[in-house]
């Protein structure tokens, strides 16, 4: 593809450079110009809104009327250089003097309607009627205080007794939930009927934003215990990014809101899990009915008791989501010949494409969001900000409930070719050693079928052919009436 793109450019060139030739010459031979840029809806960012800094969020609830509309402003601005040279890659930080290209429904005092100024630095001038004036920065995150402590009751009728939890910072972002934008797939599927096992601390069930969404689950370090309580935080934060409900107000957004969790505790203190508590965590998820299996941190697929468990897991048609290794380590296969199962290693990125850990090179073969990721906390569901691989692990599994919910006819290694097939490349390959297929696409997963976008493919390679047909033949008309100019100026100068 890259060496017909660099024949094109070329025969391009030479038609361009024949048809000049023939053009006549002189100082009454206009310019050409370029073309003028597009005329969009925009708004310049201002210090702050009525006394707040500025979010997307907020302006999208100002011109759009819904905050969930802040999606689509950020991906018509994401990547666009602004004037001060810097680029959006974390919805959370807005800078004063920032111009936000808007959609074409966008009303409201503070929008503007024409070509976007360029050149100096533009001040606001007309500000919105509140607005303060502008700052060197908006909306930039406060610095992270030390993790807070928070009691949590164990859920009613639950084993245990009250323990107090350790949960991310209270500094939010919800950079990840925009990039995901998964309610642009809500129209087709929301994950439900799909039930997702989340193997790591439980999850705390009492949390309004989880109601009616997890099942007792199990507590495997106890034997008899059940897993819908939580005293860590790090299970129900990836239950909350997975499953979170959408509708209560200010809490950060599931994936897929209408999927079951299936809580499976393998750890209750910190550090690993136990190989044995571990091992059975994953070949009770999936004799519990689970079809996508969400492995946490606590857990080490590198012991051989795990990697047995995934090997028999992997018998059955479960997608199992773990965190891309960080040591050197030989993936499971099959323990049976009939496989049908399939292992997908996530590696966790930031907001600007960093990676949360330093990962075996090669081993990624997706990114998701992993750094300052905004979930649920346990003991009241307050949102907090996360750093883990696992939230990754979260999302991706998310991503998974979704496709399963809408096309139940795929096998599970079928699932994981459609999120990595439908993956936006971040590297400089379509399989990056850092960043493997790129970073996963919801939307385009469930509305998007992997037939479509080769077909697509295939479109667009026969597209290249024509372009290349209609430059040659230009080439060829251009250089003919090279050759005829140059025989007709020997004739009439006896040349």
């Known amino acids: 593809m890259l060496a017909k793109r660099s024949i094109l450019a070329r025969l391009l060139a030479v038609a361009m450079a024949g048809c000049v030739l023939l053009a006549p010459t002189g100082p009454s031979v206009a310019k050409a110009t370029s073309d003028p840029q597009p005329y969009v809806k925009y708004y310049v ?6 006394g707040q800094s500025e979010s997307l969020t907020a302006i999208a609830r100002r011109f759009l009327g819904s905050g969930e509309r802040s999606a689509e402003i950020y991906h018509l601005n994401t990547g666009r250089v602004q004037p001060d040279g810097s680029r959006l890659t974390d919805p959370g930080v807005l800078k004063a003097g920032w111009q936000l290209v808007l959609p074409w429904d966008a009303a409201g005092e503070g929008v503007k309607y024409g070509q976007l100024p360029t050149g100096k630095r533009p001040t606001p001038s007309a500000r919105p009627t509140g607005a303060t004036s502008p700052g060197p920065a908006v909306g930039s995150p406060s610095p992270s205080p030390s993790p807070s402590r928070t009691s949590a009751s164990p859920r009613p009728g639950g084993t245990g007794p009250k323990c107090t939890a350790t949960t991310g910072s209270s500094s939010r972002s919800d950079w990840a939930q925009l990039r995901m934008a998964a309610d642009s797939a809500w129209t087709l599927t929301r994950g439900n009927g799909v039930k997702v096992a989340v193997v790591d601390t439980g999850v705390d069930a009492t949390l309004q934003q989880l109601s009616g969404r997890v099942a007792v689950g199990a507590d495997v370090t106890v034997g008899n215990g059940r897993g819908d309580t939580d005293c860590l935080g790090s299970g129900t934060a990836m239950a909350g990014i997975i499953a979170g409900d959408s ?39 999936v004799s519990a009915g689970a079809s996508v299996v969400a492995v946490g941190s606590h857990v080490d697929l590198g012991d051989p008791a795990v990697a047995s468990s995934v090997a028999t897991a992997l018998d059955h048609d479960v997608l199992l989501v773990a965190g891309a290794p960080t040591k050197a380590v ?43 990721v905004a979930s649920l906390g346990v003991g009241g569901g307050r949102a907090v900000s996360n750093t883990g691989t696992e939230f990754a692990v979260a999302f991706v599994a998310g991503q998974a409930a979704l496709i399963r919910a809408a096309q139940p006819d795929l096998t599970a290694a079928q699932v994981k070719d459609r999120i990595r097939s439908t993956a936006d490349a971040i590297g400089a390959t379509v399989s990056d050693t850092k960043y493997g297929s790129g970073m996963i696409n919801p939307a385009a997963s469930v509305s998007v079928s992997v037939g479509s976008r080769n077909q697509v493919a295939s479109q667009q390679e026969g597209n290249t052919g ?7 033949g230009i080439a060829l008309l251009c250089g003919v009436g090279v050759v005829f100019g140059l025989r007709l100026r020997r004739r009439r100068f006896g040349g």
């Open 45 to 50: 960012v201002v210090a702050q809104y009525q």
């Open 466 to 472: 024509a372009a290349f047909a209609v430059i040659l």
């Open 330 to 372: 030989t993936p499971p296969s099959p323990a049976g010949r009939s496989g049908g199962g399939a292992l997908l290693f996530a590696g966790g990125v930031g907001a600007g494409d960093q990676l949360a850990e330093q990962y075996v090179e090669g081993a990624v073969e997706v990114v998701a969001p992993g750094v300052d």
């Open 247 to 285: 509708s209560v107000d200010g809490s950060p957004v599931g994936i897929a809101p209408d999927a079951t969790i299936l809580p499976v505790r393998v750890v209750r203190g910190s550090g690993a899990a136990r190989a044995a508590d571990a091992a059975n965590a994953i070949e009770v998820a």
